[in-house]
């Protein structure tokens, strides 16, 4: 069989590695794949683009950026009960960059660590950087940050994430962060060309502790030649080890 290979993201030992925010999810979801991915050079299944989704962070990212300009605050800023405005800085377009993003080498590993975020604003109060993340979804469920789903947890990671590089670029950042989170309402009577949005600001309190550990663990998986066990609670494992057994 032949494998989709990448050679943007594979890992040389004693070369320097970039290990994107997404990688490093990767190795927490499952220490095989990401090692065959990021050791062995075998292209993941990846995921489609979200276009809808996109389009939603698109038009945010505009409507943030009018008020980054003017330096005011965004409405959706003022429920937060803080003096928020964006955060204007010359490398914004360059950490909003999903090939760039916010980036840091941690020396000790050699390991360039990356981060596109969506956002970044600023406490004129205590002039500490709120990381901001942006998300779109159609459900009529409540949403909730703390529902158990995997990708929430995730999502929650990404904000870590982002935190500790901001930190380690020498910001102070908040462990406050916020989701801007956009609900494409199905209860409206037709789609008449539109969607219609009824969008939450929802407080995550973030913890970046773990970060560095879970980066001294991956390069320690890394330079490992020998390929870990999968993951207990993988369906597409699970479904593979069953067809090869009939
Ligand atoms: S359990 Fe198998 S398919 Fe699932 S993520 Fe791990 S290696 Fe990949």
Same mark, same amino acid.
Not at 9 to 35: H, Q
């Given at each position: 069989?032949?494998?989709?290979? $990448? ?22 979801? &499952?220490?095989? &794949? ?63 960059? $999903? ?40 459900? $009529? ?41 956009? $609900? ?63």
């Amino acid at each position: 069989m032949a494998f989709r290979k $990448n050679n943007t993201y594979k890992y040389e030992p004693g070369k320097n590695f970039r290990l994107s925010r997404s990688a490093i999810d990767s190795f927490m979801k &499952c220490n095989k &794949c990401f090692y065959i991915n990021r050791r062995m050079n075998v292209k993941d299944i990846g995921m489609p683009g979200f276009s809808l989704n996109s389009a939603v962070d698109e038009l945010l990212k505009k409507e943030f950026d009018h008020h980054r300009e003017s330096k005011t605050a965004h409405p959706y800023m003022k429920s937060t009960g803080r003096n928020l405005i964006p955060f204007a800085h010359e490398d914004l377009d360059i950490w909003r960059d $999903n090939f760039k993003g916010v980036s840091y080498l941690h020396e000790e590993t050699n390991l360039t660590i990356t981060g596109a975020i969506d956002d970044v604003w600023i406490d004129l109060d205590t002039d500490e950087l709120i990381v901001v993340e942006y998300k779109s979804t159609s459900t $009529n469920s409540e949403i909730s940050l703390n529902d158990g789903t995997p990708w929430k947890e995730g999502y929650k990671r990404q904000i870590d994430i982002y935190q500790w590089l901001l930190k380690m670029n020498g910001f102070e950042v908040s462990d406050d962060s916020w989701f801007i989170y956009a $609900n494409g309402l199905k209860t409206v009577g037709s789609f008449s060309n539109e969607l219609k949005f009824d969008t939450l600001v929802l407080k995550y309190t973030g913890s970046t502790d773990w970060v560095e550990p879970k980066i001294l663990e991956i390069k320690k998986l890394l330079d490992q030649d020998t390929i870990p066990e999968s993951s207990d609670n993988c369906e597409t494992c699970s479904y593979v080890t069953s067809v090869n057994s009939l």
